[in-house]
């Protein structure tokens, strides 16, 4: 049954801040909306943050024509929502994620042809992948409507390179579904691994060294060495290092001003001359690391990797011994990207702001290990590389703008 119009604008408001908490969303990366009658639903604004979201500006679509009521413009996947309504008359709440788990297992095109029995009676037994097509576009609308259309039964899609489509006749419905298959989409990933390897058991070290074994790349580090992590005020920036310490370096000499500067302040100086931002973070997450370990330059095999992180992300050493000429070579390979790869030691990434630095963690831990799941798949993927320019040139133009308001 439709929902009240109110407790549906409450529900979606709800919903997107679920959404944030699980993780299953970054920013307003995602779409929430629930049915209000056989021709209306509600749906979550396009580009408003979903922590401070309220239920007035949740926004009222006729299913129909995909118009809507008053100023303020809803989700550019509206039509998505609009064909769910249409084409299943029992669906009241719909919800679009990028979920880790089923986003990685989208990317090799594989449907799951036999869901898990622990599974089934939430996903039923398949789950299809709609074909590939820009975020936002009409051609990404038609390919998901027609995978709807060919596939009446299901109420859990995963869309290629992007995320999933998620239907339940409730709030909590939509919800159990998504759920349902993001631990299904993990049991896929391992059971993947453990097929490949031969692996009598799965662990996440032991996934991480089939891979690096896998690209002819070694072992993981033993240890890594401290990038730092800072913010710059104006001419000074504050480095934090090595557990904890922290130094003021000035930006025209780059020497501390209250002590000596440890040999990595030299990448950050480099990197705010090169790239307008005031903070930089040194992520180490083992994924991150052992895709570090390829030295090679990384490729989007997922859309918003495309847009918050840029078009590729180049990999650079780190020598001790040549420092000035490491640092320099990393300040120009970050050029208009929002990341570097720094060669066995993961990867530094630059914002503006703390949700910046959050969403950026996110996306490159998730990229990084789609990456090293993918190889395993032995299916890797890639997002065309005019949609990623793209993207990424209307993220930089808008969306990072709008967030920023």
Known sequence: MAYEVEEAKRLVVEAGKKLLETGLIARTWGNVSARISETQFVITPSGRAYDTLTPDEVVVVNID??????????????????????????????????????????????????????????????????????????????????????????????????????????????????????????????????????????????????FLKQEDAGEMPETICDLGSSVRNGNVFTLTYDGGKKIDVDMASGLGVNGIAPKCAKIHKAI?????????????????????????????????????????????????????????????????????????????????????MQALELIMDKGCEAQVDVTIFNRPHYVPKAECFLMRTVYLAKYSKQISK
């Open 65 to 210: 024509d995909c118009s809507h009521e008053g100023d303020i413009k809803p989700s550019s996947e509206k039509g998505i929502h609009a064909d769910a309504y249409k084409h299943h008359p029992l669906v009241n709440f719909v919800i679009h994620t990028h979920q880790k788990a089923a986003t990685i297992v989208s990317i090799t095109g594989m449907e799951i042809r036999n869901v898990y029995n622990e599974f089934k009676p939430v996903l039923g037994d398949y789950v299809p992948v709609a074909d590939y097509a820009m975020s936002t576009t009409t051609p990404l609308r038609k390919n998901v409507e027609r995978c709807m259309m060919m596939n009446p039964s299901c109420r859990a899609f995963m869309l290629k390179h992007h995320g999933t489509l998620c239907l339940g006749d409730s709030f909590e419905g939509a919800f159990e579904v998504a759920d349902a298959l993001e631990k299904c989409c993990e049991k896929v990933i391992k059971d993947n691994y453990l097929r490949h390897s031969w692996a009598k058991e799965y662990s996440a070290e032991g996934r991480r060294n089939y």
């Open 272 to 356: 705010y001359e090169s790239e307008s931002c005031t903070m930089i973070k040194h992520l180490t997450a083992p994924d991150v690391v052992a895709v570090s370990c390829l030295g090679e330059k990384m490729l989007p095999m997922i859309d918003d990797f495309a847009q918050i992180v840029g078009v590729d992300v180049k990999c650079c050493p780190w020598i001790d011994g040549d420092t000035d000429e490491c640092a320099a070579e990393i300040g120009k390979a970050i050029g208009d990207r929002n990341a570097v790869l720094i060669q066995g030691n993961g990867a530094l990434v630059t914002g503006n702001n703390d949700g910046d």
